[in-house]
C-alpha cells in the first residue's frame, strides 16, 4: 500500500505525488503556491474600495 495519490497543483495544473517529495503541496513548488496565495489576496482587496463607489455614481447618473 505504497501508492500515494496523484493530484494536480491548482496554479500550473502540473501532475505531482501526494507525497514528501513536494512539500508545497497541492502545489508544486513554492513559486506556485505564492502564485496562489497572491490572487485570492488581489481579489480580497479588490473588494472594498473606489471600483465599488464609481460603480454606484454611475449607475445614479443613469437614473
Ligand atoms: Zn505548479
Not at 25 to 44: H, L, M, T, V, Y
Amino acid at each position: 500500500m505504497s501508492n500515494a495519490p496523484e493530484i494536480s497543483c491548482p496554479t500550473c495544473r502540473k501532475s505531482i505525488v501526494w507525497g514528501d517529495d513536494y512539500p508545497h503541496r497541492p502545489f508544486c513548488s513554492a513559486r506556485c503556491k505564492q502564485i496562489d496565495f497572491g490572487d485570492w489576496a488581489n481579489e480580497a482587496h479588490s473588494i472594498p474600495g473606489e471600483p465599488v463607489m464609481d460603480a454606484e455614481l454611475l449607475d445614479e447618473t443613469q437614473h
